[in-house]
């Protein structure tokens, strides 16, 4: 049975109503690697997700949730003295967001610390496919993330396969040199990598998508998805190299949890064989999709609406 593990750390996230405060908040779960592994079990893609809750009530109904959603929960450690992390958004009138994060002593910061990780690793090397992002290396130490680059080149090394979404935040990282110095660690393990053009250019101080494909080619990955915003995604695989299309002008109400979509949709697509021109429209649309709503993730009545999406 194909085994695809997902590796982070999912929070209480606060949305604004509005762009006022009276407007009020929604409470919800989400977080970057999260939200691609809901994504994928949405799309049919079994899923394990490798992080650490507390035992608060907060983190049992996440549990309880994830589990209803088809998360294998198997993997989630406890760390009973530590809560889940949160974060607030706020957005622009365009949709851009703001994120404030509450999460420094969240229980997934302890992840490597605590009973059972050795054999949550063990199964992870085991994996068809690895998942995790740039957010995710960002909360571990320098010694733990190195547990995370041989876990990945583990995978990569039977023949599965590692992708990787850099999902730059300088928040979360105490310097850019800090990120680089990470992301060129673990890229030798990446077969797939899945940047923002926007993060890069913040990052690496690229101009062009096409710098991003050649450096992440030269790191060692074979395929290469840059996500554009509205002009689409620049898809390299083998001696190909094409701009996929948005779905549609969509003007954004919100554009958290978009990139997590077109991760998940992009993965799913290629899991089920498609080539990846084809996977790509159908990430496409559904991170148009998720743009139209608040918050990272979609309805389940509104996930059902779209049907197929590489059709």
């Known amino acids: 049975m194909l085994q695809v593990v997902v590796v982070g750390e999912c929070m209480l996230e606060l949305v604004s ?60 450690l406890t760390d009973a003295s530590r809560l889940p992390g949160l974060y607030a958004i706020r957005n622009d009138t365009d949709g851009e967001r703001h994120f404030y994060y509450w999460r420094e002593r969240s229980a997934a910061r302890r992840l490597f610390t605590l009973p059972g990780i050795e054999a949550a690793l063990a199964r992870a090397r085991r994996a068809d496919w690895l998942f995790l992002s740039g957010i995710t290396l960002s909360i571990f130490t320098p010694a733990e993330r190195e547990q995370l680059v041989q876990t990945a080149a583990a995978v990569r090394t039977r023949g599965g396969q590692v992708a990787f979404d850099p999902n730059y935040r300088a928040a979360l990282w105490s310097s850019a040199a800090q990120a680089r110095e990470a992301f060129a660690a673990f890229a030798p393990a990446v077969s797939l990598a899945l940047p923002t053009h926007a993060d890069e250019a913040t990052l690496f101080g690229d101009t062009v998508p096409l710098q991003s494909v050649e450096r992440w080619r030269r790191l060692g990955a074979t395929e290469v998805i840059v996500k554009w915003g509205a002009q689409g995604c620049l898809v390299a695989a083998g001696a190909e190299t094409l701009r996929i299309a948005a779905a549609a002008t969509v003007t954004p109400v919100d554009t958290t949890g978009a990139g997590d979509a077109f991760d998940a949709a992009y993965l799913a697509g290629r899991i089920a064989g498609l080539e990846p021109a084809a996977a790509a429209r159908g990430a496409n649309r559904l991170a148009g999709e998720v743009i139209k709503h608040r918050g990272a993730i979609l309805s389940l009545e509104r996930m059902r609406a779209l049907q197929d999406l590489w059709t």
């Open 17 to 76: 109503q509005g762009h006022r405060q009276e407007s009020g908040w929604q409470l919800g779960y989400a977080g970057d690697s999260f939200n691609t592994a809901l994504y994928l079990c949405r799309l049919q893609v079994p899923v394990a997700y490798l992080t650490a809750l507390g035992a608060d009530p907060f983190s049992q109904d996440m549990r309880v949730a994830w589990a209803g959603e088809g998360i294998d929960t198997s993997m989630v």
